[in-house]
């Protein structure tokens, strides 16, 4: 940290990549330790999905090195969806949520008609086209 004419303190880190540039910033230390972060994750993910039979079936394959790749493709294939079902679980909650508030706005604003206000599941079977009119 530097203290700066103003007297507040700054990351010399965050000015010198700015004065430094792009391309110098990806060859700093601070980058190439976010690099070797970045691998440590998905080593340890590698390791989450080793298995013992692993080893007896290596000793068998030609191109291990194609196996090696094959297999870091379909597990970050694997955590992809994971964390989009994840995503989606969460859009999913917030849409039933925001549903249900709409149906009692809307209960609320036709409570003097003679139309009965539909539940939140109603409302979703007539949207996907499953339900009455």
Same mark, same amino acid.
């Given at each position: 940290?530097?203290?700066?004419?103003? $007297?507040?303190?700054?990351?010399?880190?965050? %000015?010198?990549?700015?004065?430094?540039?792009? +391309?110098?910033?990806?060859?700093?230390?601070?980058?190439?330790?976010?690099?070797?972060?970045?691998?440590?994750?998905?080593?340890?993910?590698? @390791?989450?999905?080793?298995?013992?039979?692993?080893?007896?079936?290596?000793? =068998? #394959?030609?191109? @291990?090195?194609?196996?090696?790749?094959?297999? %870091?493709?379909? #597990?970050? =294939?694997?955590?992809?969806?994971?964390?989009?079902? !994840?995503?989606?679980?969460? #859009?999913?909650?917030?849409?039933?949520?925001?549903?249900? +508030? #709409?149906? %009692?706005? !809307?209960? =609320?604003?036709?409570? =003097?008609?003679?139309? @009965?206000? +539909?539940?939140?599941?109603? @409302?979703?079977?007539?949207?996907? $086209?499953? $339900? $009455? %009119?």
């Amino acid at each position: 940290m530097e203290r700066t004419n103003t $007297g507040t303190w700054k990351s010399k880190r965050i %000015s010198d990549m700015k004065m430094l540039g792009a +391309e110098a910033w990806t060859n700093s230390a601070p980058c190439r330790l976010l690099r070797v972060m970045w691998i440590e994750t998905e080593e340890r993910a590698l @390791v989450q999905f080793w298995l013992p039979r692993d080893a007896e079936y290596l000793q =068998g #394959v030609l191109d @291990v090195d194609l196996h090696h790749t094959l297999r %870091s493709y379909f #597990v970050q =294939g694997a955590m992809v969806e994971t964390e989009l079902y !994840r995503q989606m679980d969460l #859009v999913w909650t917030a849409y039933l949520k925001l549903l249900g +508030e #709409v149906t %009692s706005l !809307r209960a =609320g604003r036709e409570a =003097g008609s003679e139309r @009965v206000a +539909e539940t939140p599941a109603q @409302v979703l079977l007539r949207l996907m $086209g499953l $339900g $009455g %009119s």
